[in-house]
């Protein structure tokens, strides 16, 4: 239970037990993530969305994905770290490419790469494996392709897409990659692609048939009120949780239930009573001295 997941056991699990897997963006849920039992953790490109705020994954950059892949890895997860490249760092160069997937590998301890697209992304990924980095793809429903599938739209429902599609998955395959995310795709087109490739297909809105699954984080725990998918199963409602504990804790805070005396800090009776001894004879406490503004002055140098 405790050897650390690499690329390796990850293709040992085709066909075999279930892969696990669920994005972390930072060390508190990734160490959730791994006691929870992931197989895999991805620091997805979806930081984006569900950490920044954002209306899509484009504008993440490699620096973002360093700092929470660095963060993630921090953690010291037995699950693999596996790091996403977010869009535009692997589509111009070949020199580029590689070099974004070593930060990821060097800065941010991630343990393999994933990136987005079929067939024509084959020459990137050689260069990466070139690098002895392990790679993902992730295929179908891909989120840096949103304006060009004009929306995030299920790929794959008509049989001429999902033939590329499978196509895609073989060539993937072929090419070196240890597994594929299938996103939004029929579970029919899923069940193909997983009987046909020999590495193992993780499914995201791809029905039952993938050697694995995964979701993000934040929507299978309910941390965000945004929009949740159907593909989602929210095994919790954290946001909910955190507003009504936060919520006491104001209560506390305004009737002065808290702090009570096991929260607080004290000093010796002695030491309490020279003080206050002082502040009855009417201490100045430096003031005409000026002494109270040495702990300023002493900070600002
Ligand atoms: O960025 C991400 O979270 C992903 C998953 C949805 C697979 O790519």
């Not at 994005?23 to 849920?29: E, H, K, L, V």
């Not at 990136?115 to 840096?144: N, W």
């Not at 895609?168 to 193909?192: N, R, S």
């Amino acid at each position: 239970m405790n050897d650390k997941i690499t690329a390796p056991a990850v293709i040992a699990r085709k066909g075999g037990a279930k892969i696990k897997m669920v994005t972390a963006y930072d060390a508190p849920t990734a160490r959730i993530a791994d006691r929870a039992g992931a197989d895999i953790i991805l620091v997805g490109d979806s930081m984006g969305n569900v950490v920044l705020g954002r209306p899509d994954t484009l504008s993440v950059t490699v620096d973002d994905m360093i700092h929470h892949t660095a963060a993630v890895a921090t953690a010291s997860p037995r699950a693999m770290v596996l790091g996403d490249m977010p869009w535009l760092s692997y589509h111009s160069s070949t020199d580029e490419t590689v070099t974004t997937a070593g930060r990821l590998v060097r800065q941010g301890g991630a343990e393999a790469v994933k990136l987005e697209g079929g067939r024509k992304r084959i020459r990137m990924i050689r260069a990466i494996l070139d690098a002895e980095i392990p790679v993902m793809s992730h295929l179908g429903l891909t989120p840096q392709s949103v304006h060009a599938m004009g929306g995030y739209r299920v790929q794959g429902k008509d049989a001429a897409v999902a033939h590329e599609l499978i196509s895609d998955a073989i060539a993937l395959a072929d090419a070196g990659v240890f597994a594929i995310v299938l996103e939004g795709v029929p579970d029919t087109v899923a069940a193909l692609i997983t009987r046909q490739v020999p590495v193992p297909t993780v499914g995201i809105g791809a029905g039952p048939s993938c050697d694995g699954q995964v979701l993000v984080f934040h929507d299978v725990l309910g941390l965000h009120d945004g929009h949740i998918a159907k593909f989602v199963r929210q095994y919790a409602r954290l946001a909910d949780v955190a507003v009504e504990a936060l919520g006491r804790f104001f209560a506390d805070v305004e009737s002065g239930a808290f702090p009570s005396d096991a929260e607080t800090y004290h000093m010796s009776a002695e030491a309490a009573q020279m003080l206050l001894d002082l502040e009855q004879a009417g201490d100045d406490w430096g003031r005409f001295r000026g002494d109270h503004l040495l702990a300023d002055d002493v900070m600002d140098r």
